[in-house]
């Protein structure tokens, strides 16, 4: 065999992964900040438009739940006082600019990108299973049929979202590749002048 032939198994820069981890996060991280906003916007609210309850309510009042629009606004009531929305929408809100801002690091080949944006998927992990919890709490009190099991189902996909855009961040920094990649990408050549 040849000693001067590369090594078929070395492990080498991988430049791709790192800028298409880096695009997936800021893709997600706007998902998670039209939940925030509209979390925050009902945070807001001190009763729901009769339009808004409609257009909820629709739906499960069609397959025999029958649920009122004042068992609604009682629902939307609970959660506002017991800072529900402000919960979730804070910290979705959190992870979200931290997601782009570490998804604009990784692109950029910056490896401090990737454990911002972890720290902030973290944050909007637990707050949106506290925030999470309230709702349920209050779905469970006032609501019936699938619209309190749409609580529930809700306060899952939240916390799988959160957690797959945590595990996104977290790739970078431990794939070997990526790791070569980042040192690459940041190396500083120090060149000395010999004219002098």
Same mark, same amino acid.
Not at 32 to 49: I, M, P, Q
Not at 78 to 105: F, H, K, P, W
């Given at each position: 065999? #040849? ?7 070395? $492990? %080498? ?8 981890? &880096?695009?997936?996060?800021?893709? +997600? ?7 925030? !906003? ?11 438009? #009769? ?17 009122? +629009? ?11 006082? #017991?800072?529900?929305?402000?919960? %979730? ?10 997601? $782009? $801002? ?12 990737? !454990? ?8 909007? +992990?637990?707050?949106?299973?506290? &925030? ?7 779905? #469970? ?10 609580? @529930?189902?809700? &306060? ?7 957690? +797959?855009?945590?595990?996104? /961040? ?5 794939? /070997?590749?990526? %790791? ?15 004219? @002098?």
């Amino acid at each position: 065999m #040849n000693s001067d032939a590369p090594d078929m198994f070395a $492990i %080498r820069p991988d430049h791709k992964g790192p800028k298409t981890v &880096g695009i997936l996060l800021i893709v +997600f991280s706007i998902f998670l900040a039209f939940v925030a !906003k509209a979390d925050l916007d009902l945070a807001n609210t001190e009763e729901v438009s #009769n339009a808004y309850m409609e257009q909820i309510l629709e739906t499960p009042n069609q397959q025999g739940d029958n649920v009122s +629009f004042e068992q609604y606004q009682a629902y939307h009531q609970e959660v506002n006082d #017991n800072n529900g929305y402000q919960i %979730r929408g804070i910290s979705l809100a959190i992870g979200s600019a931290t997601g $782009i $801002i570490g998804g604009i690091l990784l692109y950029r080949m910056k490896p401090i990108g990737g !454990k911002i944006a972890l720290s902030g998927a973290l944050v909007a +992990f637990v707050g949106g299973i506290v &925030g999470n919890m309230v709702f349920y709490d209050a779905a #469970n009190k006032h609501l019936n049929g699938t619209i309190r099991d749409n609580a @529930e189902y809700f &306060g899952y996909a939240c916390g799988i979202c959160t957690f +797959f855009v945590a595990a996104l /961040a977290l790739l970078p920094l431990i794939n /070997a590749r990526a %790791r070569l990649a980042f040192d690459e990408a940041n190396t500083v050549d120090l060149v000395q002048d010999e004219s @002098e």
